[in-house]
């Protein structure tokens, strides 16, 4: 058995395995490149728009390449003040924390809330395309700040199939066994997920499992379900709470270990179950991922991180999830892990899309300015948009990522408002492909609060979001954003709307945190 002790590992934290369908399906596969996600010209601030000049060059638009079948793309004038763009990111971690933290009765750290992650909790209605690629939807709706709108997003990939071919898996998972995880809804959650999932998974699926605390152990190498399924739940059986916590010396284990059973076609991911406290060794997620880079490019290992524990290193959690081309998820109960390890993440293990990036072109004619809402750490620089080296995100089936702006147009404003295009690479052939989608002026709803149902979800999301980010005390920053009370009366009235078990919770939480402020 292998064993790392406390000599300055490669340590992280991303925990248990994504979202179930995100863990095994990654995010961002190419090129080594993690840290020019924040090297974006577009800096996430509220962005002017300025006209374009008169006359016959000032048309506004340019021709931006080409799309599948010959047609040109139908972008914005390529100046940065003009384009958003952003990889495609499906993490969820966010919301379900701030929900545990909300049922503890504590308002979640401002730092700890992504917005995205919480729009990105939601099921969505968008149109799915038949085969690998996107979907886009851009719609929106005017807000009650006069000439702000929020403009959303949407982007779906094929429905995923359960009973569906689909490459055989190799996991490795690294589970976090220091003296921490002995508490309630840690470890032995663990436990009973990845048990669970055992019996899930197919025979010709295999499984690997590194533990950690002062030291890292292999107590599995890569073994395959069929015949050894007794073999695997013994070893999960045996996982016990310890001492320190050297998350490091776990995830440089995790990866040398899944090198070792590196399957040829099969889909290898290093998935880490931790509550992200890291103590010893290596405790930065840019010094823990130098020591695993080679594992990552070479071989195309990714990291899904799934959080636990109330005490929860969100932030270490975050960042080796989007450097290590990775996903993040938190479990906070039985429910929640078993929807992660025994229903998503087996129909999950294919990819549909490498790479994938969105760029947003808006309109100088009918825009005035424009934000982003959240996707911080996943800007990518404009030119960037269309080079293939630049990382983008790995999205699997049964996947929808949305992104809302906040938009201001211009008085009067008629005709085209924007361009969204997806660009993705083939996951077996890496060749490119694009899908665009438009929003004219005319085609945004007259109030947020009375758009389609699952427009005015995601608004109230974000505007839930946007609230804890301003520590519940005041109205957040967003258009038209109302104040905690009045968004958690809209809450409950559209979850009775409609009828959604999510959007119910949504309320909940809400309300929870109108009574804490």
């Given at each position: 058995m292998k064993r790392h002790g406390t000599r300055r590992p490669a340590g992280g934290l991303v925990a248990l395995g994504a979202a179930c369908g995100l863990l095994l399906t990654g995010c961002s596969g190419g090129g080594d490149s993690g840290a020019h996600k924040s090297d974006a010209s577009y800096d996430g601030g509220t962005h002017d728009v300025p006209r374009p000049p008169a006359g016959p060059e000032g048309s506004g638009r340019y021709e931006g390449g080409e799309r599948e079948g010959g047609q040109e793309s139908r972008d914005v004038a390529p100046e940065p003040d003009h384009l958003?763009?952003?990889?495609?990111?499906?993490?969820?971690?966010?919301?379900?924390?701030?929900?545990?933290?909300?049922?503890?009765?504590?308002?979640?750290?401002?730092?700890?809330?992504?917005?995205?992650?919480?729009v990105n909790s939601f099921r969505q209605d968008y149109p799915r395309p038949d085969g690998d690629g996107f979907t886009v939807t851009v719609d929106g709706a005017r807000t009650d700040e006069e000439g702000w709108s929020l403009v959303r997003v949407g982007l779906a990939t094929r429905t995923a199939d359960a009973d569906g071919e689909r490459p055989p898996a190799a996991l490795t998972f690294v589970v976090d066994v220091s003296g921490s995880m002995g508490e309630p809804?840690?470890?032995?959650?663990?436990?009973?997920?990845?048990?669970?999932?055992?019996?899930?998974?197919?025979?010709?699926?295999?499984?690997?499992?590194?533990?950690?605390?002062?030291?890292?152990?292999?107590?599995?190498?890569?073994?395959?379900?069929?015949?050894?399924?007794?073999?695997?739940?013994?070893?999960?059986?045996?996982?016990?709470?310890?001492?320190?916590?050297?998350?490091?010396a776990g995830v440089e284990t995790g990866y040398e270990t899944a090198v070792e059973g590196l399957r040829k076609g099969a889909t290898n991911r290093v998935v880490l179950v931790s509550d992200a406290l890291a103590n010893t060794g290596e405790t930065e997620a840019g010094a823990i991922l130098e020591r695993i880079s080679e594992s990552r490019r070479e071989h195309g290992i990714t990291l899904f991180g799934v959080g636990v524990g109330s005490d929860y290193g969100d932030a270490l959690m975050e960042q080796l999830a989007d450097r290590g081309d990775g996903h993040t998820v938190y479990v906070s109960d039985e429910e929640d892990a078993r929807e992660v390890f025994c229903e998503e993440l087996p129909r999950n293990i294919e990819l549909t899309a490498r790479d994938a990036k969105a760029q947003v072109a808006f309109d100088p004619e009918t825009v005035a300015e424009f934000r982003l809402v959240g996707y911080d750490n996943r800007r990518v620089a404009d030119d960037d948009f269309r080079d293939d080296r630049v990382d983008g995100?790995?999205?699997g089936p049964g996947h929808t990522v949305t992104a809302l702006y906040a938009v201001r147009?211009?008085?009067?404003?008629?005709?085209?408002?924007?361009?969204?295009?997806?660009?993705?690479?083939?996951?077996?052939?890496?060749?490119?492909h694009e899908e665009t989608g438009d929003l004219e002026a005319d085609g945004l709803a007259e109030s947020v609060w009375r758009a389609r149902p699952r427009l005015t979800v995601t608004a109230t999301a974000a505007y839930f979001a946007d609230a804890l980010r301003a520590d519940g005390h005041r109205e957040?920053?967003?258009?038209?954003?109302?104040?905690?009370?009045?968004?958690?009366?809209?809450?409950?009235?559209?979850?009775?709307?409609?009828?959604?078990?999510?959007?119910?919770?949504?309320?909940?939480?809400?309300?929870?945190?109108?009574?804490l402020d």
């Open positions: 958003s763009t952003f990889a495609l990111d499906v993490d969820t971690a966010s919301y379900g924390y701030a929900r545990r933290t909300l049922d503890e009765g504590r308002l979640p750290g401002p730092s700890t809330v992504r917005p995205e992650e919480f809804g840690r470890l032995d959650l663990a436990r009973e997920a990845l048990g669970t999932m055992t019996d899930r998974l197919r025979d010709d699926d295999s499984v690997a499992l590194v533990t950690f605390s002062g030291e890292s152990e292999t107590v599995l190498p890569m073994t395959r379900l069929d015949g050894n399924r007794g073999e695997i739940h013994d070893a999960i059986d045996s996982l016990e709470p310890t001492d320190s916590t050297n998350l490091g995100g790995e999205v147009t211009r008085p009067g404003a008629e005709g085209h408002l924007a361009t969204a295009t997806v660009r993705w690479l083939d996951p077996d052939s890496r060749t490119p957040g920053s967003l258009p038209g954003a109302p104040g905690l009370g009045e968004l958690s009366e809209r809450a409950e009235s559209l979850a009775a709307r409609t009828e959604d078990a999510d959007v119910r919770e949504l309320a909940e939480a809400i309300r929870t945190a109108d009574g």
